[in-house]
C-alpha cells in the first residue's frame, strides 16, 4: 500500500514537470521567436523552469515517503524532534547553498553575460534603422529620421498612429520617451519589454528574422485606457519598407497641415515631437 503511494506520488512528480520544462509554461507554448537574439531569453526562462522542476520534484517525492514512512498506525509511537541539532543545521545551510548557487547565481551569471554581450551591445553602422518612440495615453508614435538621417528636423517621417514598419534582418535601435506617464514597449514575439519614461530616453534593439505582423503591447499600467494600447508592428521585405517609407514622405511632404498638424489625432502629441538622437557610449 505504502509503495503504492510513492510510485503515485513519483509518478504525478515526473508527468507535471515535462510540460513546465520544455519552452512553454503548463502546456501554454512560448509565442514564435521571430528575433535573432530572443532564445537568449528563452533560455534563461528554461534553465530556471528545468532546475525548479527538478527541485519541485525531490520536495514533493521526500514528503510523499515521509507521509507513508511515518503515518500513525499501530505499534508505532511519535517522537518529539526539536529539529536543532548540528546536522540539521548544516543540512539547512547546505540546501540554502544549493538553491542560491545553482538558481540565483547562475541566472545572474547567464542575464549579466547576455545583456553585455548583445542587449547591451547597440549595432552600428549604415545599414542600422534608427526609430524613437513616444507612447502616450493611449497609442504608439513613431518617428523616422527621413532623408537627412537626422531626427528633430523637417523631413522627419512620423508613421500612422500606432503602427511600426521596420525591414526584416536588419538591426533596429529604438530610442524611446514618454509623452504623459510611464508606458511599457512590449513585444513577445521579439522577447522585448521596455519601459518608456517621461523626461527620460531609455533605449532598446532587435534584428527580426522574418516578416510579418506582430502585437506591441504596452505593458505598464498606464491609465483607463491601457487595455486597449495596441500597436502594430509590421516587419517588411527590405524592399517593402523603402517602398513604405517613400511613401510616408511624399504623404509627409504633400499633407502640409491638412488636419491642423494632427493635434486632435494623436491627443495632445505636437507634431513635431522627437528629440536629437542620443549617441551610445
Ligand atoms: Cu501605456
Redesign the pocket.
Known amino acids: 500500500m505504502s509503495r503504492g503511494f510513492m510510485i503515485l506520488g513519483i509518478l504525478l512528480t515526473t508527468v507535471f514537470h515535462p510540460a513546465v520544462s520544455h519552452a512553454s509554461i503548463w502546456g501554454m507554448p512560448f509565442p514564435e521567436d521571430i528575433s535573432t537574439n530572443g532564445h537568449l531569453i528563452d533560455g534563461v526562462i528554461r534553465y530556471i523552469d528545468l532546475v525548479l522542476a527538478i527541485f519541485f520534484s525531490i520536495v514533493v517525492a521526500a514528503i510523499t515517503y515521509f507521509i507513508i514512512r511515518y503515518r500513525s498506525r499501530p505499534g508505532h509511537k511519535a517522537v518529539y524532534e526539536t529539529g536543532n541539532n548540528k546536522v540539521y543545521v548544516i543540512a539547512t545551510i547546505l540546501m540554502g547553498a544549493l538553491v542560491f548557487f545553482s538558481i540565483d547565481a547562475v541566472v545572474e551569471h547567464m542575464a549579466f553575460r547576455d545583456l553585455n554581450q548583445v542587449f547591451w551591445n547597440f549595432p552600428t553602422g549604415a545599414n542600422v534603422l534608427k526609430v524613437e518612440v513616444m507612447?502616450?495615453?493611449?497609442a504608439w508614435n513613431i518617428r523616422y529620421a527621413g532623408p537627412d538621417g537626422n531626427f528633430s528636423t523637417d523631413d522627419d517621417i512620423v508613421a500612422p498612429l500606432s503602427q511600426m514598419h521596420v525591414p526584416v534582418d536588419t538591426p533596429v535601435v529604438v530610442q524611446m520617451s514618454?509623452f504623459d506617464?510611464?508606458?511599457?514597449f512590449y513585444v513577445p514575439h521579439l522577447r522585448i519589454k521596455q519601459d518608456?519614461v517621461p523626461g527620460m530616453v531609455t533605449t532598446f534593439w532587435f534584428q527580426a528574422t522574418r516578416t510579418g505582423q506582430f502585437e506591441i503591447a504596452?505593458?505598464?499600467?498606464?491609465?483607463n485606457?491601457?487595455y486597449k494600447?495596441r500597436g502594430s508592428l509590421i516587419i517588411d521585405t527590405k524592399e517593402d519598407f523603402q517602398k513604405w517609407l517613400t511613401v510616408q514622405t511624399q504623404e509627409a511632404a504633400s499633407s502640409d497641415d491638412v488636419w491642423g498638424e494632427s493635434e486632435s489625432a494623436t491627443g495632445g502629441v505636437p507634431a513635431n515631437w522627437g528629440w536629437i538622437w542620443q549617441a551610445k557610449n
Open positions: 507612447p502616450q495615453q493611449f514618454a506617464v510611464v508606458h511599457a518608456a504596452c505593458s505598464a499600467l498606464c491609465g485606457g491601457h494600447m
